[in-house]
């Protein structure tokens, strides 16, 4: 006799046998992977004991990948084939590969048109298969320990990954076979490993400063759901730029201008990093060097000289810092905790900066290295379906704003930024001409009024409207951002319901600094904004008068007027014309007042003819066909 399975509505019908899922901190420098095991998240280690596994992939004929610690014992001798730091490139095109460090170090192929890839000895690699290469090793380290398939993983990526970076994660998790259950902001994934196990209720700042990036964010925690107030950072500031500007020191007091070459250089970083890290736990060390005769890199160094090398790029973490505050209108006594994530929150500088500026003690309670890990872990564990009080409800921000392009090269706001995700937003827009049968989208993102001063990032075209006239169509244009911030906007014409869609996938991301410079200038320049606004929406309002009288009058303009009347109301759009090719918003308003009002007759006597029409049995269609339309207030 079969002994019955009994288990609670909703919960799995098979109990013990535990979906296997994961949550990957995929770093920069560092990954982690970690499950809930027995109830409780803990990071799983490698075949050599190992948490944390260096984001490094070393490539050869002779082998297959190496990645991690294995991939980057071979830095030094083989540094073209290691690849190291590949997140920076994710999602990336290949001017920013040329701005990137990374240029110096590595050979590329920027092949126009396609993703960007590092040359190794096995072929062009994107930082997309490179990343597949890490995920795949993390997921066999999970299959090991866990002693099973992985139903889905839970990746983390930084608040600031715009679209393309996060579709690039997702494609090299693809790659390497893991199903992504979500991917999750890092310092939303820290807020959940804490949330659990401290329960903190109030507004926390998450300080993530790891190997390669910045992220500074405000959440919101009330009873197990956090919502992110705002996120800022810099996507090219972390431990890395210290162990540069520490190798720097190190030359200089050498008396070397440079290195005399790549490996040497890649010896002398990984010198600095260690004693960098070293001086977070002693007060100096000694450090050496030994390329040549010549070439002798050595000496002592204390914490005091390491603290006045990264003071300066310590102090750039500050103002993202001051910005989230200023966009969640929140005071620094506001701030109930402040939690440090990534490995470089453990250089003590960092902690008593970040401890001051907050004006109060930082959280270190959980492992930084882990947190980010622990957290995902949760999360995939009630994604995958192995709680059912899954009440965990995580909300992200969009950093920008997302719009369409209208009339005028206006921008209208369909997302402001800091909206929270997922999200879905419809807004009516109707055509602008009679007869328009179609209607071109430009989705934008950016702060600024002007379409000029926004960052484009797809084109659409909808098509096969129903001819009417200007303002009788209603085209509703949906946008929706998922949970990964995966941008796809629709437009869908009421009536004949056409429809036509697209998913934002921009060719290459904006870097933080970038976000920064267009928040900024769009505080800069709010007035001027303003007032070129009002301009350009009284030249749309002038064109749509000219155009609607003008195609009226074509209509049946000698039907209903004398010729002296006809040749009044052409002057008075003469003028309108006129003004419209200056820049005197008010000029502009008097031109269009003078020509409603000198074409009022008109527009009456051709509104009583259709009354008389649909008197004599015409159809209510027919009738709106020939009305001048006064109330196409959003066109595109
Ligand atoms: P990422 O998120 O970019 O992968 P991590 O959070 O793993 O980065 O942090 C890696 C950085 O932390 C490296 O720059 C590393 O040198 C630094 N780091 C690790 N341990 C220490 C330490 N004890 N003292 C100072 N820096 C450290
Ligand atoms: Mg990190």
């Not at 901190?25 to 004991?49: F, P, Q, R, Y």
């Not at 190291?84 to 240029?103: C, F, I």
């Not at 949970?483 to 056409?498: H, I, P």
Request: aromatic residues 4%; glycine residues 8%; hydrophobic residues 40%.
């Amino acid at each position: 006799m079969a002994l019955l399975q009994i288990s609670e509505p909703g919960q799995s019908q098979a109990p013990h046998q535990r979906r296997l899922a994961v949550g990957i901190d995929l770093g920069t420098t560092n990954s982690l992977v970690a499950s809930v095991i027995s109830g409780s998240a803990s990071v799983l280690k490698d075949e050599h004991e190992q948490w944390t596994i260096p984001s490094v992939v070393h490539y050869s004929t002779n082998h297959e990948p190496l990645v991690g610690k294995s991939a980057q014992e071979k830095a030094a001798s083989d540094p073209f084939n290691t690849i190291r730091s590949a997140k920076r490139l994710m999602g990336k095109g290949a001017n920013d590969v040329q701005q990137s460090w990374l240029a110096d170090h590595y050979q590329f192929d920027l092949e126009t048109g396609s993703i960007p890839a590092f040359k190794t000895v096995v072929g062009n690699k994107s930082a997309i298969e490179v990343s597949a290469d890490i995920l795949s090793k993390l997921r066999a380290t999970a299959e090991q320990t866990l002693g099973g398939d992985l139903v889905g993983a839970v990746i983390t990526v930084p608040a600031y990954f715009d679209d393309a970076q996060r579709q690039a994660t997702k494609d090299a998790a693809a790659l390497s076979g893991i199903h992504v259950l979500r991917l999750l902001n890092e310092p939303t994934a820290a807020a959940v490993a804490y949330g659990l196990d401290s329960g903190t209720d109030g507004v926390v700042a998450i300080y993530d400063l790891g190997g390669g990036t910045f992220d500074i964010s405000l959440l919101k925690m009330q009873r197990g759901v956090f919502e992110v107030l705002a996120t800022a950072g810099n996507t090219a500031l972390g431990g890395d730029d210290f162990d540069n500007a520490i190798a720097d020191w190190m030359r200089t007091r050498a008396g070397l201008e440079q290195m005399p070459d790549q490996s040497s250089h890649r010896q002398l970083l990984r010198l600095a990093r260690s004693v960098k890290e070293q001086l977070s736990s002693q007060d100096k060390t000694s450090y050496a060097l030994n390329l040549s005769d010549e070439i002798n890199i050595s000496g002592e160094i204390s914490v005091a000289d390491v603290n006045a090398i990264i003071e300066p790029l310590l102090k750039n973490t500050l103002a993202p810092c001051r910005q989230v505050l200023r966009d969640a209108g929140i005071a620094k006594t506001d701030v109930k905790a402040v939690v440090m994530v990534g490995g470089s929150t453990r250089v003590p500088l960092v902690r008593t900066m970040v401890s001051e500026f907050f004006d109060q003690p930082v959280l270190t309670d959980i492992d930084p290295d882990q947190v980010v890990a622990i957290g995902a872990a949760v999360q995939a564990n009630v994604l995958a379906g192995n709680k059912t009080d899954d009440d965990l409800l995580l909300l992200d921000v969009i950093p920008l704003s997302l719009g369409l392009e209208t009339m005028g090269g206006l921008v209208e706001k369909i997302i402001p930024r800091n909206t929270t995700i997922p999200i879905a937003r419809a807004q009516e827009f109707t055509t602008y001409k009679d007869g328009q049968t179609a209607m071109a989208l430009h989705v934008v993102q950016g702060e600024r009024e002007l379409v000029s001063d926004c960052r484009s990032l797809a084109n659409f075209e909808l098509r096969d409207i129903p001819a009417r006239v200007a303002g009788a169509c209603r085209i509703q244009v949906l946008f929706q951002v998922d949970a990964d911030g995966l941008l796809s906007v629709s437009a869908l014409e009421k009536e004949s319901g056409v429809l036509a869609s697209i998913d934002v996938k921009p060719s290459y991301g904006l870097s933080d600094g970038e976000i920064e410079q267009m928040l900024k200038a769009s505080m800069e320049h709010a007035s001027e904004d303003v007032q070129k606004r009002a301009l350009a929406e009284q030249k749309v309002e002038g064109r749509r008068v000219v155009e609607a009288i003008s195609s009226a009058l074509e209509a049946d303009g000698d039907t209903h007027l004398s010729v002296d009347e006809r040749t009044d109301i052409d002057a008075l759009i003469e003028t309108l014309l006129e003004k419209l090719e200056q820049d005197n918003g008010d000029a502009i308003k008097q031109a269009i007042e003078k020509l409603e009002a000198g074409s009022s007759l008109f527009v009456e006597r051709r509104m009583n003819a259709s009354v008389k029409q649909l008197m004599a049995g015409q159809e209510i269609e027919e009738l709106e066909r020939t009305l001048v339309s006064s109330d196409a207030s959003r066109e595109t």
